[in-house]
């Protein structure tokens, strides 16, 4: 399955998820701290993609919109945090 990481905002909260037929698969939801933080509060994948990396990737992703917008990751999600925790060349978003 050839995924997209969609990116949704609104003024104080977000998500990063893949959505196939209307269906969210994967999600990692956040809220705005102010305009320099983004507080990663949940992720989850469906059965569906699970064993596929998708976690990591929706993390990755959420790396990539922090750096493009100037942004640091407070991750309150145990997922995030661990697997932020694995990656030192993310720590740039922390």
Not at 6 to 14: F, P, R, Y
Not at 64 to 81: D, H
Request: hydrophobic letters at 40%; a neutral charge.
């Amino acid at each position: 399955m050839d995924t997209v990481i969609l990116v949704h905002e609104t003024d104080n909260k977000g998500s990063f998820y893949v959505e196939k037929d209307g269906e969210r698969l994967a999600e990692m939801t956040f809220s705005k701290a102010g305009s320099d933080k983004i507080i990663i509060d949940h992720t989850e994948v469906s059965d569906v993609l699970r064993g596929t990396g998708m976690g990591a990737k929706l993390v990755e992703r959420a790396v990539e919109y922090a750096r493009k917008n100037k942004v640091k990751i407070i991750p309150l999600c145990p997922f995030a945090k661990a697997t932020l925790k694995r990656h030192q060349e993310w720590n740039d978003v922390l």
